[in-house]
């Protein structure tokens, strides 16, 4: 299994601003990822983080409304920019364990960030 | 592209009856397949991951089953209880596993 923690846990904000979701893993992964959850909505993965590299973002995000940061292989940051009412979502990260199709996912505890 | 949806969207049981939550998926080229808990206020908890080679898992009380073919997996809870209460969410998985495409959820509620 994987222990991840989030901070903040939660956040209220302004629109307009930004705000920078942490991410800390208990052991080294390779990738970490950004989910965003929407009220009443499923999952929808933001972006892959690998340390070294540039994130992969899916279709429908972008690096300068999300930008990324990987420093290590324990730890990512998610930075919410410009926010608007409509960002507001419990944002998660995961990790992946296990090997080829035994790969698990697991996931922090969640920020739920509400924009004003 | 895969979209993944879930029947029913919400669902209410008395406490010990045995249920079954579904699943679908478009694209059956799947890597795996892995169901969720999510409670309220907090994060996902991993339930059963499914590889593409298998029809089913079991854990305890809980039992899923793949049909790729079909397009479709099962999540069966046996002898419910209030502690089972929870969105449950099925996420198939692509390329090489790390990328989930989640279902809608069903929210599930055992009542006394």
């Known amino acids: 299994s994987a222990v991840i923690s989030q901070k903040p846990s939660r956040d209220i904000c302004q629109r307009g601003t930004s705000l920078t979701i942490q991410c800390q893993v208990d052991?080294?992964?390779?990738?970490m990822f950004w989910y965003r959850q929407q009220p009443g909505q499923s999952l929808t993965l933001i972006a892959t983080a690998n340390q070294g590299s540039e994130a992969t973002y899916e279709s429908g995000f972008v690096i300068d409304k999300f930008p990324i940061s990987r420093p290590n292989l324990t730890f990512s940051t998610l930075t919410v920019s410009n926010m608007s009412p409509e960002d507001s979502s419990i944002y998660l990260c995961s990790v992946t364990r296990g090997t080829g199709e035994t790969d698990t996912q697991y996931f922090g505890p969640g920020t739920r960030l509400t924009v004003l | 592209k895969q979209e993944v949806t879930q029947i029913p969207a919400a669902l209410s049981v008395p406490e010990g009856e045995n249920l079954v939550l579904n699943c679908s998926f478009t694209d059956s080229a799947i890597y795996n397949l892995q169901w969720f808990r999510q409670d309220p206020g907090k994060g996902l908890t991993s339930l059963l991951l499914i590889q593409s080679s298998q029809r089913e898992q079991t854990s305890g009380r809980l039992n899923a089953s793949l049909d790729k073919s079909s397009g479709r997996s099962t999540l069966y809870i046996a002898a419910s209880q209030p502690g089972d209460s929870a969105t449950y969410l099925c996420a198939v998985g692509s390329g090489g596993g790390n990328k989930l495409t989640f279902g809608t959820g069903t929210q599930l509620k055992v009542e006394l």
């Open positions: 052991s080294q992964v390779t990738m």
